[in-house]
């Protein structure tokens, strides 16, 4: 098995010491450009607004409006901001009221229901701020979670296509082009996780053809860690990944990490050996349930079929000062299950996992 949490403990003594030093560093340093809609100082902890934020699209209004409705949960975090929660619908409501700008971004193919979506959202934003008037915490942040929802199939519709070429190295890996959503049923119950080609393609590719196979229905979870990771993926016997069958050789994947700026990922190296210790990847180690690929110490293009859960915990690892981001490759996050994913623990068994959106994105080596 991959020696993935003596590593991470071995590093542990450094993270205080790194901690310390970046306390001087500005948060600005610490924001991704991308990120910008929201107040500096809050890291982004929630995989969903990760997801939508790690989307390859360009059009500032979308990600204010989005912006303005993740920092409802901020406020009402902060002592029930009421006045605050306000101004931010207000914000949203601004935006909407001028749809071309959003729209621009939409394909001619994509209008029509585009507009219905920011119909739908100028209509919800209104029910939404009736709710605040009475000051009903659960009632709005269920209200904003169904308006992200729709922002989420607004922004998922400005995407043009594919946003780069893959190494033709790796054109012997199975590739997903786009997103996929997988089931996991588990002995304690249901996980779903939502994975992200547009930002790791081969390893997101890699872990779809896996579940498509049935590769990792029945494995056990191999290893847990509280507060820290759960992983698994070690298929029975004496080999530690993914056989391919036609080949008969163990199918390596590579270190794959886009991190904010770049327009394709970097292949293996880590960031840290490549000299960027503060640059962030797009889809960081910041949520509760980031779903990384597993590897060796000392081969970063080691990965196979082991991945690992990230549990997140703030106070222990704070978002874009530990020491897992740009050294492990993340390609997607967990979006239902949170109270089941912290009850597993080593030993506990993956029933079966199902593709069951986005298989169309797979694109399988010639």
């Known amino acids: 098995m991959f020696n993935l949490i003596k590593s991470w403990l071995k590093y542990s003594l450094k993270a205080i010491l790194l901690v310390t030093i970046l306390v001087g560093i500005t948060t600005f340093a610490w924001t991704p450009s991308s990120y910008a809609a929201l107040p500096a100082g809050n890291a982004i902890t ?125 054109s012997n890996l199975p590739q997903l082009k786009g997103r996929a959503t997988i089931a996991i049923k588990t002995n304690k119950g249901d996980l779903a996780v939502v994975v992200d080609g547009y930002s790791a393609p081969v390893t997101a590719g890699n872990f779809v053809d896996l ?13 847990s860690e509280e ?17 391919d069958p036609k080949t008969g050789e163990y199918r390596a994947i590579p270190l794959e990490i886009l991190a904010e700026g770049d327009k394709e990922p970097t292949y293996g190296i880590t960031l840290e050996q490549a000299g960027r210790y503060l640059d962030m990847p797009v889809l960081p180690f910041s949520s509760f349930g980031a779903l990384a690929m597993a590897r060796p110490e000392s081969d970063v293009d080691g990965g196979s079929s082991q991945v690992f859960f990230f549990l997140f915990e703030p106070e222990l690892t704070p978002a874009g000062r530990n020491l897992l981001d740009g050294r492990y490759s993340v390609f997607g996050y967990l979006i239902e299950g949170r109270d089941i994913l912290d009850t597993l623990k080593a030993g506990d068994k993956i029933e079966s996992a199902t593709v069951i959106q986005g298989m169309e994105n797979l694109i399988q080596p010639a």
């Open 227 to 243: 507060s820290y990771v759960l992983q698994t993926g070690d298929p029975p016997g004496k080999e530690v990944g993914f056989i």
């Open 46 to 170: 929630d995989g969903k607004a990760l997801l939508r934020y790690a989307l390859p699209i360009d059009n500032k209004p979308v990600r204010k409006l989005q912006g303005s409705l993740e920092d409802i949960a901020n406020q009402l975090r902060a002592n029930k901001r009421w006045g605050a929660v306000s101004r931010d619908l207000k914000q949203a409501s601004r935006i909407l009221d001028q749809p071309s700008k959003i729209l621009a971004s939409v394909p001619e193919e994509r209008q029509e229901q585009a507009e219905a979506w920011i119909t739908e959202l100028k209509s919800g934003i209104a029910e939404l701020q009736e709710i605040v008037n009475n000051k009903q915490k659960d009632p709005i942040l269920e209200g904003r979670a169904k308006l992200l929802k729709t922002v989420s199939l607004l922004e998922e519709s400005m995407v043009k296509g594919f946003p780069f070429e893959v190494p033709d190295e790796y």
């Open 211 to 223: 579940v498509q196979r049935g590769f990792y229905d029945g494995l056990e979870f191999t290893r």
